[in-house]
């Protein structure tokens, strides 16, 4: 995914989270201050360094560069997302509560694939060490593109307003 579409993504999708009921707050990502934890972005936006002896973490892809001295570290890990994309904000924890942060899109997808995805037990007999059954996880809804998921945000979003009525 490129960032461009991260960003106009987390804009459509900021109004349905507050049409679902989130009171988290929203707010507009400010350059290299907030990251997003949504994955499979186009290369070109990786973080680049440039280490003497890298340490070996996966999905970092390295790179040899031309003058031999060192390895170049492309890694997804940290992506900061363009300035104004919609950012959502929490605190969490008790005693001493932490920040917490994401994009709007990311959210938003993680709301809907959890209202379409069912925990079955297994008919097994065996039980695991501590007695717990083995269960899938079974999608029942496919989502292949992001409309598909706006789409269903918009059915969430009109089945939330008729329990609620």
């Known amino acids: 995914m490129n960032l461009r579409i991260l960003k106009k993504l987390s804009k459509r999708a ?3 989270l507050s049409a679902l009921g989130d009171r988290r707050e929203q707010f507009p990502a400010e350059r290299w201050e907030d990251y997003t934890s949504c994955g499979g972005h ?8 440039r280490y003497p002896n890298p340490s070996h973490w996966d999905g970092n892809i390295h790179i040899k560069p031309h003058s031999g001295k060192g390895t170049i570290v492309l890694s997804q890990l940290h992506m ?4 104004g994309t919609v950012m ?3 605190s969490s924890g ?9 994009d709007a899109w990311t959210l938003l997808e993680q709301d809907v694939r959890d209202h379409w995805t ?3 037990e297994l008919p097994s007999v065996t039980v695991d ?18 409309s598909q998921i706006l789409k269903a945000a918009r059915e ?6 008729k329990e609620a009525a």
Do not use: I, S, T
């Open 129 to 146: 060490d501590m007695d717990f059954p083995d269960v899938e996880f079974v999608c029942l809804r496919r989502f292949h593109n992001p």
């Open 42 to 49: 186009d290369r070109k936006h990786w973080e680049r360094n």
């Open 94 to 102: 008790g005693y001493e509560p932490e920040w917490e942060e994401d």
């Open 118 to 120: 069912d925990c079955r």
């Open 14 to 16: 900021a109004f349905l």
């Open 88 to 90: 959502v904000g929490w």
């Open 156 to 161: 969430l979003v009109e089945l939330r307003k």
């Open 80 to 83: 900061c997302p363009w300035p």
